[in-house]
Nanobody, 124 residues
Framework: QVQLVESGGGLVQDGGSLRLSCVAS????????MGWFRQAPGKEREFIAA????????YYAESVKGRFTISKDNTKNTVFVQMNSLKPEDTAVYYC?????????????????WGQGTQVTVSS
């Protein structure tokens, strides 16, 4: 099992920045990749970004490319997402997730473990 705990959410103004963190514990050696998703009220959970744990290859949704940056610290089993130029439409609960096996990273169904989520609210 892998446990994931997110932090860093909050309220920010339009155009502002936030950095989310996700600390993994447990059988972290089994992780292939980690990703970030978000879910706004009444909407499906959508892919934001992912990073391959060993190699560092990154993947982004078009909606955040150029504004969000995913990174990791293997020594601390932590993945980050730096979110810049935030917009009101970025308001959502943001979830960290981990994949055990090699394969896709863009679908929520690719992921085996999930954090509890952290709220991000962008005011206009």
């Amino acid at each position: 099992q892998v446990q994931l705990v997110e932090s860093g959410g909050g309220l920010v103004q339009d155009g502002g920045s936030l950095r989310l963190s996700c600390v993994a514990s447990g059988r972290t050696f089994s992780m292939h990749a980690m990703g970030w998703f978000r879910q706004a009220p009444g909407k499906e959970r959508e892919f934001i970004a992912a990073i391959i744990w060993s190699g560092g290859t990154t993947y982004y949704a078009e909606s955040v490319k150029g504004r969000f940056t995913i990174s990791k610290d293997n020594t601390k089993n932590t993945v980050f997402v730096q979110m810049n130029s935030l917009k009101p439409e970025d308001t959502a609960v943001y979830y960290c997730a981990a994949v055990k096996g090699a394969g896709g990273v863009r679908s929520r169904y690719d992921y085996d473990y999930w954090g509890q989520g952290t709220q991000v609210t962008v005011s206009s």
